[in-house]
């Protein structure tokens, strides 16, 4: 871009969205730090010199909580004592940084949970989040039995597609968000264990029987071919036994005149899996599992 179009750029631009981000939950952290730390300043610094800038809109993640369990709150950033991978240190970095320019810059800073499919048509760009589990499933459907993986009691927090879409977008128009962090969590999300039985139902028709130990499960995706065999990130299972919830009260007097609502997880999911299910032989939709 030459400096005259830049010019131009900067003089025009009233709203800034920051998507970009390299969600990987097995990046390397050099890789992640540079994409979502660098990058991060790199925008944080162009939007700056903005002189109409109304509202910079920033995509974190309700996941910079790391491993701090418990009530996950929108008013707190807290750097917790440890991280479940570099995905989640790198975005915390990255919000800490986004926090600093509040003061001076309207800023709305959006930690969305797991993202799913769109809630009617199940539709989606890639498999990845929740469709690990699907992918896994799907081919161990030819088993007699499929197992539980590890004995949880914690709850899973997967979002729509159009349930964010529509929220953010209400949010950049809407001044009470200015100067917020709000979570786009789902405010009455499953057990973990509820889902998964759902989604084997779904696939196979049957329910799953008896439970495969979790550390046999971590040791086994170890071996990249068994990874790359049954379409999962070893790091994915790290989210079967976190026990958080997330406080949207925030977000939730936000949205309170808006009809904005988050579908119910369990309700939905047969699209989901029908979508999955139409696209699962197209590689462009699968995550390269290294």
Not at 53 to 59: C, G, L, N, Q, V
Request: aromatic fraction near 12%.
């Amino acid at each position: 871009m030459t400096d005259e179009s830049l010019q131009q750029v900067r003089e025009q631009v009233t709203v800034v969205w920051h998507l970009a981000a390299l969600y990987d939950l097995a990046v390397p952290r050099d890789i992640a730090w540079k994409v979502n730390v660098h990058g991060t300043q790199m925008v944080n610094e162009f939007v700056q010199t903005l002189p109409r800038i109304s509202r910079y809109m920033y995509f974190s993640t309700a996941y910079i909580a790391g491993t701090r369990e418990g009530i996950l709150r929108e008013d707190e950033l807290i750097r917790p004592s440890g991280f479940k991978n570099y995905y989640e240190e790198t975005k915390f970095e990255a919000e800490l940084l986004v926090e600093e320019i509040k003061l001076t810059i309207p800023t709305t800073i959006i930690r969305p949970g797991i993202v799913r499919g769109h809630s009617v048509t199940g539709e989606t760009i890639k498999f990845d989040g929740p469709y690990f589990f699907i992918n896994m499933i799907e081919n161990l459907k030819k088993l007699p039995v499929i197992p539980y993986v590890g004995k949880s009691s914690a709850f899973i927090n997967v979002v729509p597609i159009d349930f964010i879409i529509k929220a953010v977008v209400y949010f950049s128009e809407n001044k009470r968000a200015e100067g917020k962090t709000l979570h786009l969590t789902d405010p009455n999300p499953h057990p973990v264990e509820e889902v998964y039985r759902h989604m084997v139902w779904e696939i196979t028709g049957k329910l799953p029987k008896g439970r495969f130990p979790l550390v046999l499960a971590k040791k086994g995706l170890d071996i990249k071919f068994i990874r790359q065999k049954l379409g999962v990130e070893k790091e994915t299972l790290d989210y079967l036994t976190w026990s958080a919830q997330f406080n949207t009260e925030v977000a939730k007097e936000v949205l309170k005149d808006s009809d904005i609502e988050c579908a119910d997880f369990i309700d939905s999911l047969p699209s989901m899996i029908a979508f999955y299910q139409l696209h699962k032989k197209e590689n462009h939709y699968h995550i390269q599992i290294k």
